[in-house]
């Protein structure tokens, strides 16, 4: 018997990205066609959106432990939130939370030690860029980081709203950020992590100077090994 896993979401490409990957890499374990039993639950990115330019990271946690409740009356063993951002408030939450959860930027640095990387790039919306979540879990795991300068973080940022979380996936905006994953890289930087769960649907392995740390699909294939009884 597999797990049953939750997925909070928040932003709806990265949640589909983290499904997709959760149905594929399940068929990769466990056989064609097969994986574990999934339920999605979010509210608007609209509400998200509201309490984060408000500073309200007591707001954000109530609406992830809304939809944590609904996953948990549904039958979910655990819960994963395919969303980088609003992890911010994951402190507010986890004590809370009728299941437990896998953390993804905990998903990140495990992988980041696996692969020996040293100091990451992170690339994220500017609350994520500026907030607490990746220097926290990366330090922990004996990790240095990394962000661009505010100029590029303003661009990415509006990239991803105005585009990213649209399904908007330009050639300029593709190269503007193969441009600040190269300053990254001159900057000491030996991989990059894709910490908005949109990006990977922009910026691929192949079109990326840095490897890539791919936040969404880590933390799916980590779900997936989860339920899956392979941790």
């Given at each position: 018997m597999t797990q049953h896993i939750g997925i909070v979401a928040c932003s709806a490409e990265g949640a589909a990205l983290c499904y997709r990957t959760i149905a594929r890499d399940g068929a990769r374990l466990l056989g064609p066609h097969d994986?574990?039993?999934?339920?999605?639950?979010?509210?608007?990115?609209a509400q998200y959106m509201s309490c984060m330019d408000a500073n309200d990271w007591p707001g954000v946690a109530e609406l992830m432990l809304s939809s944590a409740e609904?996953?948990?009356?549904?039958?979910?063993?655990?819960?994963?939130?395919?969303?980088?951002?609003?992890?911010?408030?994951?402190?507010l939450i986890e004590h809370r939370s009728l299941r437990p959860w896998l953390h993804i930027a905990e998903e990140v640095a495990n992988e980041a030690r696996r692969s020996h990387f040293k100091r990451l790039g992170v690339l994220g919306t500017r609350y994520l860029m500026e907030g607490p979540v990746y220097p926290q879990k990366l330090k922990a795991a004996g990790l240095e980081h990394h962000i661009p300068g505010p100029q590029q973080r303003e661009r990415i940022n509006q990239i991803i709203f105005d585009e990213l979380v649209n399904a908007q996936f330009t050639p300029s905006s593709l190269a503007y950020y193969q441009e600040v994953?190269?300053?990254?890289?001159?900057?000491?930087?030996?991989?990059?992590?894709?910490?908005?769960?949109?990006i990977p649907l922009l910026v691929t392995p192949d079109s990326?100077?840095?490897p890539t740390l791919d936040s969404t699909?880590?933390?799916a294939k980590a779900a997936v090994r989860k339920a899956v009884g392979n941790v």
């Open positions: 994986h574990p039993e999934v339920s999605m639950h979010t509210h608007s990115l609904k996953l948990a009356q549904a039958g979910a063993d655990f819960l994963i939130c395919p969303d980088n951002t609003i992890h911010q408030a994951f402190d994953i190269r300053t990254l890289k001159d900057e000491g930087c030996d991989a990059v992590v894709l910490g908005c769960t949109e990326s100077s840095l699909r880590l933390l």
